[in-house]
Structure formats: structure tokens, C-alpha cells
Nanobody, 115 residues
């Protein structure tokens, strides 16, 4: 069983930055594909960024050039650096970890972009 715990959310002004962290318990973190999703009120949960076990990354078009996903396998942690934040980035952000036959979710962290 893997537990994921997100942190780093909060209130930020448009144009500002935040860094989200997701700490994973358990072993074999390095083999998991890790992702960040978000869900705004009244909308479906959407995939924001993915980092594969080998380090390759993928991003939603809406965040390309502004967000960066990274991982530190020694710390069992994945990060999401968010720059140039916009009001439309406001959502609950969820960490996801998946491998063959398993998938895990964190509890979510609120990000609010507002002046």
C-alpha cells in the first residue's frame, strides 16, 4: 500500500509561483509513473503533468512553459513547480502514482490564484 501526501498549496496572486510536493510512503517509488491532476469546481478532474520512471515528462497544453514536474527518488517525492499562475489555475491539485495493476491518490491540496 502506498500513501501520497501533498503539500504546498495556498493563495497566490496572478503571476505568482507555488511549488507543490507529494511525498510517497513505501518502497519502489522509482518505478511509479507520477502525475499531478487538478479539479476546479464544477469541472472534471484533468491531468496536468506526468513524469515517468525514466524521467520523461508530459504536460497539458494549458500549463506548458509555466509548470515543471520533477521527482527525487531518494526522497520518494514528486514536485510541481508552478510559475506565472493564472486565475484559471485555481483548483484542488491531486498527486497520483501508478504502476502495473495499481494506482494511488493523495488527498489533494487547494491552489487559489486571486488578487
Amino acid at each position: 500500500q502506498v500513501q501520497l501526501v501533498e503539500s504546498g498549496g495556498g493563495l497566490v496572486q496572478p503571476g505568482g509561483s507555488l511549488r507543490l510536493s507529494c511525498a510517497a510512503s513505501g518502497s519502489m517509488f522509482s518505478i511509479y509513473t507520477m502525475g499531478w491532476y487538478r479539479q476546479a469546481p464544477g469541472k472534471q478532474r484533468e491531468l496536468v503533468a506526468t513524469i515517468f520512471s525514466g524521467g520523461n515528462t508530459d504536460y497539458a497544453d494549458s500549463v506548458k512553459g509555466r509548470f515543471t514536474i520533477s521527482r527525487d527518488n531518494a526522497k520518494n517525492t514528486v514536485y510541481l513547480q508552478m510559475n506565472s499562475l493564472k486565475p484559471e489555475d485555481t483548483a484542488v491539485y491531486y498527486c497520483n502514482g501508478r504502476a502495473v495493476g495499481s494506482a494511488y491518490w493523495g488527498q489533494g491540496t487547494q491552489v487559489t490564484v486571486s488578487s
